[in-house]
C-alpha cells in the first residue's frame, strides 16, 4: 500500500512563493515518476510538475519559469518550489506517481496522495 507524507501548502498573497514536498512509501514497484496535478473547482485535473528517476522533468506550460520540482537522493520525495504565484493557481495539489510514460497523463497515475489546499488571493 502506497502512502504519502505531503505538506506545505496553504494561503499566500500574490507574487509569494510556496514550497510543497511530498513523500512516498510503500511502493510494490520502482517509481519511474513522481510530482504534483491540481485541480481547481470545475475543472479538469491537469499536470503541474513532473520529474523522472532519470531527473527529466516536464511542466505545465502555464508554470514554466515559475515552478521548480526536485527530487531528493532517496527518490521517492519530490518537491516543488512555487515562486510568483498567481490567483489562477488556486487549486488542490495532488502528489502522485507512477511506474511508465503513462504517468504523464491523469489516467496514467498509478497512485495519488490526499491533496493540499493551495490558495493564491489578497
Known amino acids: 500500500q502506497v502512502q504519502f507524507v505531503e505538506s506545505g501548502g496553504g494561503l499566500v498573497q500574490p507574487g509569494g512563493s510556496l514550497r510543497l514536498s511530498c513523500a512516498a512509501s510503500?511502493?510494490?514497484?520502482?517509481?519511474?515518476?513522481m510530482g504534483w496535478y491540481r485541480q481547481a473547482p470545475g475543472k479538469e485535473r491537469e499536470l503541474v510538475a513532473a520529474?523522472?528517476?532519470?531527473?527529466?522533468?516536464k511542466y505545465s506550460n502555464s508554470v514554466k519559469g515559475r515552478f521548480i520540482i526536485t527530487r531528493a537522493n532517496a527518490k521517492d520525495t519530490v518537491y516543488l518550489q512555487m515562486n510568483n504565484l498567481k490567483p489562477e493557481d488556486t487549486a488542490v495539489y495532488y502528489c502522485?506517481?507512477?511506474?511508465?510514460?503513462?504517468?504523464?497523463?491523469?489516467?496514467?497515475?498509478?497512485?495519488w496522495g490526499q491533496g493540499t489546499q493551495v490558495t493564491v488571493s489578497s
Open positions: 520529474i523522472t528517476n532519470s531527473g527529466f522533468t
Open positions: 502522485s506517481l507512477g511506474y511508465s510514460g503513462s504517468y504523464f497523463d491523469a489516467g496514467g497515475v498509478d497512485y
Open positions: 510503500g511502493s510494490p514497484n520502482a517509481i519511474y515518476a
